[in-house]
């Protein structure tokens, strides 16, 4: 009997092995978690975007049954670090968020997408969302070119692609402060010119004594590149900034001094933060946050800083760049640009769940909603109708968005060749900053780059 009871205890012991062995409930050490688990682990390094990634996964979970565990790692060189040193042990999570990027080394890590992706899905983001993650001939040929490119980077074939893009940005947005706005008896609604809203900012400052304007002055080509750009392009057209750009045409020309001259109307209403040519981009969003100035200049991504700043979306209104009155195109669009992407451990034992779950938070509407809302971010997913849904900020960023190349993408291959090759551009960035100093004119600003541009053209340079 009692050797009956011993073999029935060591069946037992035996089955209950077994059982566990083939359950896959236990999560294997590291990241990844186990064959058949209902878990799926992620890393991310955005502080912002983890309460919006919460409220996606669990939209996941209940459709699904599968429950995704997110670790934040912060700040970016600790996370770069971390992944380094998990993927060299092999114990990275299922799933990673990473920078929108092709060529970042993570390759070697991540499972290579354009062989599980079709158009079925990369249809449904905005057209230019794939653009910095697909890898490009150019990048091959410039990588194989390169001794200095990584091992990986050298393996990489055009058209491939190792993560889905997650959310998206772009300059040109101002943010303003709706309290202030209403103290001084306005409206706080987007001004349809330069012209209302220097009006808004002068009557903000009359009735408050607050500043209309900060933004990050200390880095001399910011307003070109957030503001100026745009104004100009709105102004004279897409091909009038392009002929800029190519040396075909003067600052000083009808069609460019006036965006010139709105430098200049900042100045001399004193409408600029005090101190703002020490201000950096940090800097001026706190000092906004701080109500030191009515109006911030940023772009979609400012909305996350401030939030985490202590300002609350209520209490903020958001508009594109305003055109000056006269401009041949009367509202701002602009070509997004992808800031975050998606990405599948390729050593996962949950591959096919990972790949799941990172194609529908990145094309589910109601996935896309929760996560902006709740990151205050704009998702890469062209909503469409459902942009409606978003937080009325986000709303308002969205709309600024080109869903098909706009203005900006015609005149964006003259701004990458010429803008910070040619050097009239720097010295413009320069006059710039004389400008908020009052220390030079409009006029003189615009004949400064003209003489500058004539002396290099002479020179063969």
Known sequence: MKRKATLMVTMLSVLCLFVSA??????????SSAEGSKHLTMWTWKVA???????????????????????????????????????????LPDVVNWWATAGDSIEGSVLELSGEVGDDVLSKYYGTAMDPIKVTQSQVDSWQKDKNATTVQKSLKAGQFYGLP??????????????????????????????????????????????GLVFGAKTSDLWENWAGSALAIMYGGPQSYIDLLERKAKMSDPEHLPVVQAVQTLADKDLLMPGILSTDIDGADQAFAAGKAAFDLGGSFTMST?????????????FPVPPIDGSKITSWTTDPFTLTMLSVNKDSKNKDAALD?????????????AFANAAYTVPALNLGDRAKDLDPNLKAIVDSFATEPGPYS?????????????????VYAQSIQSMIEKKMTAEQAAKKFDDTMKSLQTSGN
């Open 410 to 426: 015609e005149a964006q291959p003259a701004i990458s060749a010429y803008r910070g090759k040619n050097k009239e551009w720097e």
């Open 49 to 91: 975007y983890t309460p919006g990634i919460e409220a996606a996964a669990k939209l996941y979970e209940e459709k699904t049954g599968v429950k995704v565990d997110v670790e934040t790692f912060t700040p970016d060189d600790t996370y770069r670090q971390k992944f380094q040193a998990a993927a060299n042990s092999k114990n």
């Open 22 to 31: 083939c359950s896959g409930g236990q999560k294997q050490e590291g990241g």
């Open 166 to 211: 997650l959310d998206i940005g772009g300059f040109f947005t101002f943010y303003g402060n709706k309290q202030l706005i209403e103290k001084a008896g306005l409206t706080a609604e987007a001004p349809k010119t330069w012209e209302e809203f220097v009006t808004m900012m002068e009557t903000i400052k009359s009735k408050t004594g607050t500043p």
């Open 306 to 318: 401030l939030l985490a700043m202590g300002m609350k979306p209520e209490d903020i209104v958001t």
């Open 357 to 369: 779950f990172i194609k529908y938070m990145t094309t589910d509407p109601d996935a896309a909603v």
